[in-house]
């Protein structure tokens, strides 16, 4: 619920703002469809393109948050797996293209570390089942500045009152080969 703790509304795909609505797509997949292969640790495990239009005035920076609630099996999860984790991107920025390491992401921009213990992008590589993956932005207030190289519960505290509003894209994947 990390969507209510943050700025107090409803969790969805989208928030509307003022000038509609602020939206998170991607080229590679629509919402709710499966993740290409190229995008997980079954191929090239490339970051996927990201989209985003529609964010609200005021804003001063983005984060963006990648997980995976069901891990580490759909039919009893434990934990949420944390992919990715990017935040200081540009309020101005429109997107990230594919495969957005760190020479790849927009000026500015600060990385927090994923469950694999690392920065940058970590794809899907699920042990059992057809899990659900997340992509949440944020839109913020402030820059959060220099956070070190935080993991998820930190970058959240740091985010907490300044979120004002969130886009959702969520995607699916379920190993190939076992």
Known sequence: MVGRELYGGAEGVSMSTAT???VLRSPSFTDGAEIPIRHTCEGQDLSPPLEWAGVPAGTRSLALVVDDPDAPDPKAPRMTWV???LYDLPADAAGLPEAA?????PPGTRQGVNDWKRTGWGGPCPPIGRHRYFFKLYALDAPLGDLGSPAKPALEAAMKGHVLAEARLMGTYEKQRM
């Open 20 to 22: 509609g609505s602020f």
């Open 83 to 85: 992919h990715w984790l």
């Open 101 to 105: 390491g760190r020479a790849a992401l």
